[in-house]
């Protein structure tokens, strides 16, 4: 799972055809305000990984990441 589109990208290239990875703001979304849906909290809860930019860019990540994984 990633956050952005390009991080998605980047990802895609190093995966290469073990898979895809899965993107959380659709094409389009402004990523400084997005607002996290139910189904996107239950993608991330069965994620097994998260690439994240971080909170400067998408600060609306943060308390979920956060309450996935309090210990990080």
């Given amino acids: ?9 980047l990802v895609a290239q190093v995966m290469g055809d073990l898979g895809s990875p899965d993107l959380l703001l659709p ?3 402004d990523p400084h305000d997005f607002a996290l849906r139910p189904s996107d909290a239950d993608k991330l809860a069965n994620s097994d ?3 994240w930019v971080g909170p400067e ?3 609306w990540l943060e308390d ?3 309450a996935l994984c309090p210990d990080r």
């Fill in 49 to 51: 990984l998260i690439i």
């Fill in 1 to 9: 799972m990633t956050d952005i589109a390009p991080i998605h990208s």
């Fill in 64 to 66: 979920p990441l956060n």
């Fill in 57 to 59: 860019l998408t600060p």
């Fill in 27 to 29: 094409p389009g979304a």
